[in-house]
């Protein structure tokens, strides 16, 4: 199993990235995927979560500025991040999760700086 994240960076307040997870090794489309962030000396946090039916979930940090999907037939999964904040400063881990077969599995993270 793999999860390799990309597309962090660093970018001013105000500018846009667009984080992307390449999954393998497992039925990707079966599972629901999450991506998580851990900014220094915090608790790793939930940001956004897709079902395998699509359905997409949102902390209140990332509502309205964050959007997940999910492109299945490539095994992808993306968060886009507009009207970045210095408090979106984190790494950021893509989550595969399916709970009926215990499964939980994580990236290695993707940094992301916000900063002028």
């Known amino acids: 199993v793999q999860l390799v994240e990309s597309g962090g960076g660093v970018v001013q307040p105000g500018g846009s990235l667009r984080l992307s997870c390449a999954a393998s090794?497992?039925?990707?489309?079966?599972?629901?995927m999450n991506w998580y962030r851990q900014a220094p000396g915090l608790e790793r946090e939930w940001v956004a979560g897709?079902?395998?039916?699509?359905?997409?979930l949102y902390a209140d940090s990332a509502k309205g500025r964050f959007t997940i999907s999910r492109d299945n037939a490539k095994n992808t999964l993306s968060l886009q991040m507009n009207s970045l904040k210095s408090e979106d400063t984190a790494v950021y881990y893509c989550?595969?999760?399916?709970?009926?077969?215990?499964?939980?599995?994580w990236g290695q993270g993707t940094q992301v700086t916000v900063s002028s």
């Open positions: 989550n595969a999760r399916r709970v009926i077969v215990k499964a939980d599995y």
């Open positions: 090794g497992f039925t990707f489309s079966a599972y629901a």
């Open positions: 897709i079902t395998a039916d699509r359905v997409t």
